[in-house]
């Protein structure tokens, strides 16, 4: 694979993960509760009592960062559209340089 290849395909994964982190962070806020034994919404704060401490407020947080993916998914989304046809038209000056240079 060339070097042009890995380069936008990394920058297209990376462009992904951002786009939905604030998800990861909220089904790991769900997650962690539902383990745990508590109520989280995004109605109002529940006491999460785990070892002896209440997260239900960490939790809370967490579990409203989800809302940043109104904003980062179609952000994302876009970026990684022009990302890809950024990656087609170089992939074909590339094969018509290299066809001009055999030529």
Do not use: S
């Not at 890995?6 to 990376?14: E, S, W, Y």
């Not at 990861?24 to 034994?37: C, D, E, Q, R």
């Not at 579990?63 to 890809?84: E, H, Q």
Request: charged share 10%.
């Amino acid at each position: 694979m060339r070097k042009r290849n890995v380069f936008f395909l990394l920058a297209l994964v990376l462009i992904l993960l951002l786009a939905v982190a604030p998800l990861i962070v909220t089904l790991g806020a769900g997650t962690y509760a539902a383990n745990h034994g508590c109520v989280l919404h995004e109605g109002f704060v529940n006491p999460c009592i785990v070892d002896g401490q209440d997260v239900g407020q960490t939790l809370y947080q967490l579990g409203m960062v989800g809302w940043f993916a109104i904003a980062t998914l179609p952000l994302g989304l876009g970026a990684a559209a022009i990302l890809i046809l950024v990656w087609i038209i170089t992939a074909v000056a590339a094969r018509k340089r290299a066809k001009q240079g055999a030529a």
